[in-house]
Structure formats: C-alpha cells, structure tokens
C-alpha cells in the first residue's frame, strides 16, 4: 500500500467539497478537493500539449479528426466538456485559484452546450481555427506554445501538490 490509499467522497455543501486523498496511516488528509483538481488540470494540459510541442501539424489534424469530425463527436465532446465543467462549479473554498477554476468552470459549461445544441456551428468554426493555425503559423512557433502549455501543466502539478 503506498501514501495515496484511495480517494473518498464525503458529500458537498455550499461551503466546502469534501473529497480528499486519505492516508492508510491514521486516516490523516493529505489533499484537498482543489489540489486534486489542479493535479488533473496539470495533467491534462501536459497531455494536450506534448504532441503539440513534438509535431504541431500532425497533432492538430489529429485533434481536428478525432474530436470534430462528426455531429456526434463533436456532440460527445460537448457533454464531456459540461461534465467537466458542472465538476469545477463545486465550491473548493476561497481564494484566487478556486475563484478561477470556478470562472473556468462556467467556461467549460457554455462550451459544452454550445457543442451540443449547434455541432455543425461548432465543427465549422474550430475547422477554420485549426487551418489558420496549421497554415498560417510557423511549427516553431506552435512548438513554442506547446512547450509553454507544458510549462503550464507542470505549474498546475506544482499548484496541486506543494502549494493548496
């Protein structure tokens, strides 16, 4: 059994989230609701930005086809997108960092129903992104930003752990 035995919901309230990463030993808190967010952030935005930073074209034709290429994707990918959203609507407490995640989370929400009620608006416009991208920027500059996004995840994780 290592540190980090398991993950337990307890409920939430309007003032605080109660989910952390317990201890095998005493039963001792060791994360908090928004340091489990930040490290998931983190990762995530590492994920999305790695192939970004290795090889721009390739990674956003990929994203283009993989998330954009049908109605129903596009549709799967806005519900996926409010469900993560609904997710950081939860009260995590006060402070900077929850009053952003709480604003990201209100963002995540309008996206996801935009992809969901208007697949072919969303598909249209996001194709017209990803060629301006592809076409009109140079690879090292799109490297760039995804080793920047990297940076990113890596500052998330860094949050997430020493910080919160």
């Known amino acids: ?11 939430v309230s309007r003032e605080k989230t109660l989910v952390y990463v317990v201890s095998h030993r005493g039963g001792e808190t ?26 721009p074209s390739a990674a956003l034709r990929f994203f283009n086809r ?21 997710a950081l609507l939860l009260p995590f407490g ?32 996001v194709s017209a ?3 301006f991208l592809e076409n009109s920027i140079p690879a090292p500059v799109l490297r760039i930003c995804g080793v920047f996004g990297v940076l990113a995840g890596l500052a998330f994780i860094y949050v997430g752990v020493y910080i919160v």
Not at 1 to 11: E, H, K, L, R, W
Not at 35 to 47: H, L, P
């Open 129 to 131: 992104i990803y060629s």
């Open 94 to 125: 006060d402070g900077p960092l929850a009053g952003f995640l709480h604003a990201v989370g209100w963002l995540y929400v309008g996206l996801g129903l935009w992809c969901w009620v208007l697949p072919d608006n969303v598909r249209r416009v």
């Open 30 to 55: 060791l994360m908090d609701a928004l340091a489990i967010v930040c490290i998931v952030f983190g990762i995530g935005g590492i994920v999305e930005n790695g192939p970004l930073a290795y090889a």
């Open 1 to 11: 059994m290592g540190a980090y035995t398991c993950i337990v919901v307890v409920g």
């Open 66 to 86: 993989v998330f954009f290429s049908t109605n129903a994707r596009c549709r799967a990918f806005g519900v996926v997108t409010a469900t993560v959203g609904m």
